[in-house]
């Protein structure tokens, strides 16, 4: 059996800078709790990004959206251990996503004109008005991380646009970040998103034919809140103090994102894991 959690709070910079918590979080599981989702996206801080926060909202929700809608094709395929088969269905779900996120945005501007604050913004930034459809979805801006776990056919992916970090928790309770994640070309500012162009080809994704005792995705704004040296022994204590005792663990770990986030980034912090149960210690 699975258990789950999620968080996010509004950056300490955020907090004296006036600006909106663009961090959006979720998981979710079937009835059974025998496999979950754990979802991150981290909106863009930058000025022409004036609808990050509602493009991470977006984005999570698609992302849950298209995951169901393969999860047919997945669930056939992992018995067999089909890596080229998993592959092909994890690249179409990164092009479902990315596809959807933009039919999903464009409309959310249509039915949400520019206000008149924002078309303030936009004349500052020299955005040309009106703006064109393919320009939309940069006021959006976004990055996405989703974590899946299958308990039941001990199989687990993990897919990625932009920066943030994914850890899986293996049997022995060893901590690691899947290196097929990692990309050296992002951060100083700098990541791939998915009101990119070529966002469908951006993701990264992993995966492992394997059992685990947690999986969990977070915001770069809580990742670089920590030292790497101790970021494993969090996610650890955190596994255990959820599964027992999930409702307190989630109260003190939203009191405690404030405390982080002012002795560390700065930034907006979101983290959403899945523990299994039968990984406690």
Same mark, same amino acid.
């Given at each position: 059996m699975l258990v789950t959690l999620s968080a996010r709070c509004k950056g300490s910079t955020h907090q004296k800078e006036g600006k909106p918590l663009q961090d959006y979080c979720k998981v979710t599981s079937d009835k059974l709790k025998t496999y979950a989702y754990?979802?991150?996206?981290?909106?863009? +801080?930058g000025k022409r990004y004036i609808r990050s926060e509602k493009g991470s909202e977006i984005a999570v929700r698609c992302a849950v959206e298209c995951t169901n809608a393969i999860l047919k094709q997945i669930f056939q395929f992992i018995p067999g251990k089909? #890596?080229?088969l998993i592959e092909k269905n994890l690249k179409l779900l990164c092009v479902k996503i990315s596809i959807k996120w933009k039919e999903e945005v464009i409309n959310h501007f249509n039915e949400n004109p520019l206000s008149q604050e924002e078309t303030e913004r936009c004349n500052n930034l020299h955005m040309a008005l009106p703006l064109k459809e393919e320009d939309i979805p940069s006021l959006y801006g976004s990055t996405l991380l989703e974590a899946v776990y299958f308990e039941m056919f001990n199989f687990w992916f993990a897919l990625q646009i932009g920066d943030g970090k994914? $850890?899986?928790?293996?049997?022995? &309770?060893?901590?690691?970040?899947?290196?097929?994640?990692? &990309?050296? #070309?992002? *951060?100083?500012?700098?990541?791939?998103?998915?009101?990119?162009?070529?966002?469908?080809?951006?993701?990264?994704?992993?995966? +492992?034919?394997? #059992?685990? &005792? *947690?999986?969990?995705?977070?915001?770069? *704004?809580?990742?670089?809140?920590?030292?790497?040296?101790?970021?494993p022994d969090f996610i650890l204590?955190?596994? &255990?103090? $959820?599964?027992?005792? +999930?409702?307190?663990?989630?109260?003190?770990?939203q009191d405690f994102l404030p405390v982080l986030s002012e002795q560390g980034s700065g930034d907006d912090i979101s983290i959403a894991a899945i523990f299994s149960k039968k990984g406690f210690i």
């Open positions: 754990a979802l991150v996206a981290d909106g863009h +801080g089909n #890596k080229d994914c $850890t899986v928790i293996k049997t022995n &309770n060893t901590v690691f970040s899947p290196e097929e994640l990692e &990309n050296e #070309k992002l *951060g100083f500012g700098v990541t791939t998103s998915l009101c990119s162009k070529d966002a469908a080809t951006e993701f990264r994704f992993a995966y +492992g034919f394997e #059992k685990i &005792n *947690g999986i969990s995705v977070m915001s770069d *704004g809580m990742a670089d809140s920590f030292d790497t040296s101790k970021l204590n955190l596994k &255990n103090n $959820t599964v027992n005792d +999930g409702e307190k663990t989630q109260a003190e770990l």
